[in-house]
């Protein structure tokens, strides 16, 4: 999954302004205690994060 690929999905999910914040201060245990932001900058696939965000999120099956 490319990077374009997942913020168009998280901003479908969340919407535009609430996907940045969802990014920068929820924390998923499914990525180590980290945030969506820290997952992508220490180097994270996309794919996994989004897998991630799915796991603890109600997203529609057509994103998923």
């Given at each position: 999954?490319r990077?374009t ?14 996907a ?6 929820y924390?998923?245990a ?5 945030t969506?932001?820290q997952?992508?900058?220490g180097?994270?696939?996309a794919?996994r994060?989004w897998?991630?965000v799915?796991?603890?999120?109600d ?6």
């Amino acid at each position: 999954m490319r990077l374009t690929d997942f913020w168009s999905r998280m901003h479908r999910h969340f919407g535009e302004a609430y996907a940045e914040s969802w990014a920068k201060d929820y924390v998923l245990a499914e990525l180590g205690g980290r945030t969506v932001e820290q997952a992508l900058a220490g180097g994270i696939s996309a794919k996994r994060v989004w897998h991630a965000v799915c796991q603890v999120e109600d997203v529609e099956p057509k994103l998923r």
